[in-house]
């Protein structure tokens, strides 16, 4: 069957790859590894750029890399959200007598990749592109949408599922629902080093 896959890229990321060897993630081989017997004619990841932390001063240079990967790939869309960041004041979960019971922290927050997954997954079924969509997301913010894909436009929906607790409601509502394993994940990494049209490029060395 004609297929669209749809990626949460930061839930892909927090739930499966985020403290594992396997950042390096081909996501068409993934999608081709779990799916074989589907027709895949386009894959979109969804995320945004990061910027630089005193913890982490190399990811945005890491990202860029990887969206470099990814760009090699065929029939494949990258849509970018943004990053969100403020101070706010939050409440001590353990607070101390005689001290504040609260803290400003900087909080940051990604902002748009759900609502351009879900836009884009609604405007594909609506024009006809997919006979089937795939889901990458253990997020029960896209239950309304693919709900509606299901029961308006009857086109079944699968859910992969990067998260290692179960999504109650998409579990219960898609086509079809399971979690991608570790194992799956480490046989689908890009080579090191890769080619584009700019040259030769490599794995960040930091992951």
């Not at 290692?164 to 480490?186: K, M």
Request: with cysteine; hydrophobic share 40%; aromatic share 8%.
């Amino acid at each position: 069957m004609k297929t669209y896959v749809y990626v949460d890229g930061f839930n892909l990321y927090f739930g499966s790859i985020k403290g594992t060897p396997n950042k390096w993630l081909n996501i068409r081989q993934l999608c081709e590894t779990l799916l074989p017997r589907n027709q895949i004619e386009c894959i979109k990841y969804f995320t945004a750029k990061v910027g630089a932390r005193p913890s982490n001063a190399s990811a945005p240079v890491n990202q860029e890399a990887y969206l470099r990967a990814l760009r090699t790939l065929p029939k494949f869309e990258i849509h970018f959200g943004h990053f969100l960041t403020h101070t706010v004041r939050m409440p001590l979960a353990h607070p101390v007598a005689g001290h504040p019971n609260t803290v400003e922290v900087i909080k940051t927050e990604e902002k748009g990749s759900d609502v351009n997954l879900a836009t884009q997954l609604l405007n594909d079924a609506h024009l006809g592109r997919f006979e089937v969509a795939i889901v990458v997301s253990g997020d029960s913010d896209l239950l309304g949408p693919v709900k509606i894909v299901m029961n308006e436009l009857k086109k079944p929906v699968g859910v992969l599922n990067p998260q290692q607790r179960t999504c109650r409601v998409l579990s219960q509502q898609a086509t079809f629902y399971r979690h991608i394993r570790q194992g799956v994940l480490a046989l689908c990494q890009f080579p090191s080093p890769m080619t584009d049209a700019a040259g030769s490029f490599h794995k960040p060395p930091t992951w």
